[in-house]
């Protein structure tokens, strides 16, 4: 019987080894980020075309390699990292598998120039598909660059999975900003086909998350630090009222190495319990300094997932790094019984009333006791009111009734008249419907969230926020398709600054936002300039509903797999329908109830809840055993 098992060719190993190591552009500029870090590199340019398709390239200043290294580092599991088993658990670099150039080299065309600090000449080498074109010395800069073109070119099937441009584009950006947090001491740039997208100098922490998430983060941030045996906790977290719906900017560094933890996001939203809604995202970037026997970074292939000897500590000491970061920087709400509430916000800040205060609350015992005592209760600007010539106040009484002096007899007839039935019937009719809404018989609200509306058979129970949403986005979907979306000028037009993975993201929907009737112009780097926004939205401020409704598509995009038209349908609609607590008078709710019945699928919300609910006449006889 033949022998049937074999050895798989190095090329077809590699190419395997690449589908877990390479999955998108993102995955193989993660690893030369890495690497270029771990040659200790001061400046690091990132340079991509074609969101990574066609050109990703490194250049660092970095150690540089020899020649022996430049051809070994593109073998598979060679490694500068390991050398014995106990080096895996004292790592504190980035790569150590020796797996990333080989996956890389063998489903792209890679150019690699590296030449070591002090020597005359570098190393070029070509490879292609794991096949080894060209070795050569050159003459380059000191460091190493390295270009990945053509990614995917010799597995066609690999590249027909990769997303659109700026679906790609954005998880760079990700993969890019998770390296340049890790490092703020690291000078990094980053250009996108010819366009510089970053440019951050080196410095402190707070400056690197200002430099890549907008000066907006600036006034947000809330520094943090624990020390404890165990572990050390140190970072920058946000404050609960910039939380957003989507995830995103949530940042965890374990040893300078990004990771992600659900278990850990928990201890962190843990302590923000009670300061925002439970769907909100707090920002945070938190670096972890731990021993490395305590973890197990040899979990995954693209080292995201770590694991932990002793994860409830780890929980505690992050729990309560966080909360101790809000109690210390007055985030959190407290109560002081001494202090008047009425006073403290606005006179706080005056040296020259605190004084006053002060001068007319202090006891001084050679005045009168009535003065004093009366000073005691007075407010600090309090000042005597002219209440002269109060006597007009009742000049001709005599001639109105409701000022007649009563005798005892007539207020005794009064205090009777009161208690009349007809007085009954209007204190009652008052009490069940409200003025705004007396004597209508159709439509009247109920806690300012559902409407009740008569038919013929019973009643109708509207839920008028869902019902709403449910309007608005069959409306919008119909704009959508047919390109019909009506805008409204902005009399003052609002620029907005964006991060850029949502500016990416709004150039990518942009003819969507404009067939709903937004009218968007691109205003310098990573800032749009809102002109005109859809005529029937009523919202004054337009950066507030552009920026809620760039949120809740991101939101949708994680949550739903939805096309960009849905997507965009349902996040305006959401945005912009009536919410629980809007007053509404019976016009209103009888035209909302009118357009609910005109929709395809007026039964149910965007949420798959129900928009209205019947009472018929037999159950409501039922209720009173009729």
């Known amino acids: 019987m033949n022998n049937i098992i074999q050895l798989l060719p190095d090329a077809i190993a590699n190419q395997i080894a690449a589908g877990e190591v390479v999955q998108r552009p993102a995955s193989a500029l993660k690893?030369?980020?890495?690497?270029?870090?771990?040659?200790?590199?001061?400046?690091?340019?990132?340079?991509?075309?074609?969101?990574?398709?066609?050109?990703?390239q490194v250049i660092d200043d970095g150690k540089g390699m020899s020649l022996t290294d430049a051809r070994m580092c593109f073998e598979r599991h060679a490694t500068s990292k390991i050398r014995t088993s106990e080096d895996l658990f004292a790592i504190r670099t980035f790569g150590f598998r020796g797996e990333a150039m080989a996956s890389i080299a063998a489903v792209a065309q890679v150019e690699m120039k590296t030449r070591q600090q002090g020597e005359e000449l570098g190393t070029l080498i070509q490879i292609e598909g794991s096949e080894f074109k060209k070795q050569e010395p050159i003459s380059c800069p000191e460091g190493t660059s390295i270009a990945v073109k053509n990614l995917f070119f010799n597995v066609p099937a690999r590249r027909n999975f990769l997303k659109s441009n700026p679906v790609e584009m954005k998880h760079l950006v990700e993969e890019f900003q998770r390296?340049?947090?890790?490092?703020?001491?690291?000078?990094?740039?980053?250009?996108?086909?010819?366009?510089?997208?970053?440019?951050?100098?080196?410095?402190?922490?707070?400056?690197?998350?200002?430099?890549?998430?907008?000066?907006?983060?600036?006034?947000?941030?809330?520094?943090?630090?624990?020390?404890?045996?165990?572990?050390?906790?140190?970072?920058?977290?946000?404050?609960?009222?910039?939380?957003?719906?989507?995830?995103?900017?949530?940042?965890?560094?374990?040893?300078?190495?990004?990771?992600?933890?659900?278990?850990?996001?928990?201890?962190?939203?843990?302590?923000?319990?009670?300061?925002?809604?439970?769907?909100?995202?707090?920002?945070y970037v938190l670096f972890l300094e731990i021993d490395p026997s305590h973890i197990d970074i040899n979990v995954h292939p693209t080292k995201t997932e770590i694991k932990f000897d002793d994860e409830r500590t780890v929980y505690a000491v992050i729990r309560s790094a966080v909360k101790q970061a809000l109690g210390a920087h007055n985030v959190v709400p407290t109560l002081d019984f001494n202090m008047d509430v009425n006073f403290a916000e606005n006179w706080g800040k005056d040296e020259n009333r605190k004084a006053a205060v002060g001068l007319e609350n202090s006891y001084k015992p050679d005045e009168p006791y009535k003065d004093n005592a009366y000073k005691s209760f007075q407010t600090p600007t309090f000042k005597r009111q002219d209440v002269s010539g109060w006597e007009k106040l009742f000049e001709g009484a005599e001639q109105n009734k409701n000022w007649e002096r009563k005798t005892p007899e007539r207020e005794e007839e009064r205090d009777f008249l009161t208690f009349s039935s007809k007085a009954n019937e209007d204190d009652l009719k008052e009490s069940i419907f409200p003025k705004d809404q007396e004597n209508t018989g159709a439509t009247f609200q109920v806690e300012q969230s559902y409407i009740i509306a008569q038919m013929s058979s019973g009643l109708l129970i509207l839920d008028q926020q869902a019902s709403h949403e449910r309007i608005l986005y069959e409306r919008y979907s119909r704009q959508l398709n047919n390109n019909a979306g009506v805008s409204q000028q902005c009399l003052f037009p609002q620029h907005i600054q964006l991060s850029p993975a949502d500016f990416a993201l709004v150039l990518d929907i942009k003819e969507e936002l404009h067939s709903l009737g937004f009218v968007i112009d691109v205003f310098g780097k990573e800032t749009i300039l809102i002109q005109g926004t859809p005529a029937d939205v009523q919202m004054t401020n337009e950066k507030i509903l552009f920026e809620g409704l760039l949120e809740q598509f991101k939101h949708f995009k994680s949550e739903l797999s939805l096309d960009n038209r849905e997507n965009l349908a349902r996040s305006l609609a959401k945005r912009s329908s009536i919410k629980k607590g809007k007053k509404l008078d019976p016009s209103e709710m009888e035209t909302l109830v009118g357009q609910l019945f005109a929709c395809q699928n007026p039964n149910y919300g965007l949420a798959g809840n129900k928009t209205f609910v019947k009472l018929d006449l037999n159950k409501i006889h039922a209720f009173f055993n009729r």
């Open 31 to 56: 690893e030369m980020l890495e690497n270029a870090v771990d040659a200790e590199a001061k400046q690091i340019q990132v340079i991509v075309k074609d969101a990574g398709k066609a050109l990703m």
């Open 179 to 283: 390296v340049a947090l890790s490092y703020p001491e690291i000078g990094f740039t980053f250009h996108q086909n010819d366009m510089e997208l970053f440019n951050l100098t080196p410095g402190k922490l707070s400056q690197r998350i200002v430099g890549i998430f907008g000066k907006n983060h600036q006034t947000q941030l809330v520094s943090c630090k624990e020390d404890t045996p165990h572990l050390n906790v140190k970072g920058y977290i946000g404050k609960p009222e910039n939380a957003k719906k989507t995830r995103g900017e949530q940042y965890f560094f374990v040893n300078n190495r990004y990771i992600k933890s659900n278990y850990l996001h928990h201890a962190v939203a843990n302590a923000f319990e009670g300061l925002m809604p439970a769907d909100m995202h707090p920002f």
